[in-house]
């Protein structure tokens, strides 16, 4: 059997699409494999105050009409209980033979993968965040690249452009709601004790359209984020597989499950499962595998048939809600449900917390409810006054806290333990709970008694490093171009092959690093 392709591309998330991109455009025949779920319940059209009054069927986006909001009540994100964003979850640890303990392992096999989903916060790393073998300067061009292709906002010369690193590439943000109006004038006036004391505020960087683009609609302040936007102003990498459907050499092979990886000579071979059930092999000069950290990690362990625990990046995450008593009594508003105001917070050891405030308006009451120390009934009577004036806040804390392993057991199920260094977590989430509250006071923000609340072990879903890229890989490891040691021509181009995982959003710099790598490997094939 001579190969079927160039290069076979498993996944279609975020990293498989940025590294199809160079391939295709370089004339390579690409063919792409994925899980193919794609959306069954529709997100609301209009605004999500006004479909909550007057829209008759809201049960079937709010509950969904097999009640999933409700059966899967010990998810983590509220978005991992909104129906018409099941079908980005749903079925992952199954097909790809994962099971976690205590670790939240999620996933997707859906077209576009978790970038249905997410929360579109992005950022660059710097050299120290990154820990790559190679200068991230090399990013720079890929970066742009991606950056370009997703459409950025946010952007505009506050005390986080150096953090972020993407002022060049955003667009102007999103308008602020009200209460992040009130918060920013108030940082505004504090800002040289709130810095002093090792915060800064400034605009949330997403992946959201503030100005329109043929094929996308900028955001409208409908604030239907969490459930998906029927305008597009968000990124999804769905989108981008349409962009390369376009190109008359790319192949795109959705619901084809990919079971194992075999190096055959010169040629890499996938066995899988088309979409009715008969299994198939395809085979390729080269192999990009992309199908999320998680699922990459076993695909790659099995073709290796190596057992020891590999190391899983994932960052320590908490929430909270934050109440701004001027704003008292005002109704909630339409508005932007995604970050709006991010922060970066210095913590002992030369640790950052990273994380955004968001709207409460487009987050269902029952989720706050949850989280507050009083009786569901009270908790939404207090919520329904409160709301108006409250944001709710998410905190990041560097992956390197994570003390999870990745292990392929004897039968080939890819078994995920642990979860945090637990003590220096407790200590560090404590600093950064008393010095939040003290830094949103200044800001005439209160952050409600109770409400801290850490997420549980994997629950931020910023998953890394399991083949980390080395510039002399060892067993287990990849090479600067993704390449596995012991695997010829298989490349993993995600988040897996991540040396380091900071507090910032990691799915930019694992697109660019994927981008680059199809870059690097393109001319290699023509
Ligand atoms: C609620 C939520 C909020 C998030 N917020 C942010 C954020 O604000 N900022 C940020 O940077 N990141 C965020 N993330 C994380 C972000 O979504 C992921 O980092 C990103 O999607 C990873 O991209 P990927 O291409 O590596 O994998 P995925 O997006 O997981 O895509 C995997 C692809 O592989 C395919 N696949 C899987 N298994 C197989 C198989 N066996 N055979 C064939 N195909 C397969 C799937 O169908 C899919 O197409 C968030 C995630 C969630 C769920």
């Known amino acids: 059997m001579s190969a079927d392709f160039d290069v076979i591309v498993i996944g279609s998330g975020p990293a498989g699409v940025s590294a199809a991109f160079p391939l295709v455009q370089a004339g390579l025949r690409v063919a792409m494999l994925d899980g193919g779920r794609t959306q069954a319940v529709a997100p609301p059209r209009a605004d999500f105050l006004t ?16 009640f999933h909001a409700l059966r899967a009540m010990d998810a983590v994100s509220p978005k991992l209980r909104v129906p018409t964003q099941a ?4 079925g992952f640890q199954l ?27 992005v950022a660059r790393f710097s050299d120290a965040e990154a820990r790559m073998p190679f200068p991230v300067a090399d990013l720079g061009p890929s970066y742009r690249e991606v950056a ?39 940082y505004t006036k504090a800002r040289t ?23 996308r609609q900028a955001c409208d302040l409908a604030g239907n984020c969490l459930f998906g936007c029927s305008r597009q102003a968000m990124y999804s990498a769905s989108a981008d597989v349409e962009r390369l459907r376009a190109f008359p050499n790319f192949h795109w092979l959705p619901g084809h499950l990919v079971d194992s990886i075999v190096v055959d000579g010169e040629r890499t071979v996938v066995q899988l499962r088309e979409p009715s059930g008969t299994c198939a092999r395809l085979a390729a ?22 057992r020891e625990p590999v190391p899983l990046l994932s960052c320590p995450t908490a929430a909270f809600l934050l109440w701004l008593p001027g704003l008292l009594g ?33 987050i269902p009451m029952w989720e706050l409810a949850r989280h507050l120390p009083l009786g569901r009934s009270t ?75 850490p997420g549980r072990p994997g629950s931020d879903i910023h998953y890394a490093g399991t083949l980390p890229m080395a510039a002399d890989p060892g067993a287990g490891q990849t090479s600067v171009q993704g390449e596995v040691r012991g695997l010829r021509h298989v490349h993993v181009v995600d988040g897996a092959c991540l040396p380091a995982l900071p507090e910032k959003s990691h799915t930019l710099t694992l697109m660019a690093n994927a981008d680059r790598i199809g870059r690097l490997i393109a001319p290699t094939l023509i």
């Open 51 to 66: 479909a909550r009054a007057t829209d008759p069927h809201q049960w079937a986006w709010m509950i969904g009409r097999d």
């Open 193 to 215: 004790s709130l810095c002093k004391g090792g915060f800064r505020l400034g605009r949330s960087r997403v992946a959201v359209l503030s100005r329109p683009r043929e094929d």
């Open 330 to 362: 005002q109704p909630r508003e339409r508005g932007f449900g995604l970050g709006q105001l991010s922060y970066a917070l210095q913590l002992t050891g030369g640790r950052t917390a990273f994380g955004s405030t968001f709207a409460t308006t487009g």
């Open 379 to 453: 908790a939404l009577q207090v919520l329904r006054d409160l709301l108006g004036s409250c944001v709710v806040g998410n905190l990041f804390l560097p992956g390197e806290l994570s003390d999870a392993r990745a292990r392929l057991d004897d039968r080939d199920t890819l078994r995920i333990e642990g979860g945090w260094r637990q003590a220096d977590v407790e200590d560090l989430l404590r600093e950064a709970r008393r010095k939040l509250a003290g830094a949103y006071r200044k800001m005439n923000a209160w952050m409600l008694p109770g409400s801290f609340t």
């Open 148 to 186: 370009r292709r997703m459409g950025l906002s946010g952007g505009g010369g506050d005390d986080l452009s150096d953090y972020f690193g993407l002022d060049e590439d955003c667009d102007p943000p999103v308008p602020m709601d009200r209460a992040h109006e009130a918060m920013w004038r108030r």
């Open 285 to 306: 000069r080269r192999l990009f595998v992309a199908a999320g950290t998680l699922a990459s990690t076993r695909l790659v362990l099995q073709a290796l048939q190596r």
């Open 87 to 90: 079908f980005a979850f749903e």
């Open 95 to 121: 097909a790809n033979r994962i099971a976690a303990t205590p670790f939240v392992a999620v996933g997707s096999l859906a077209t576009g993968g978790l970038s249905n989903a997410w929360g579109c916060g």
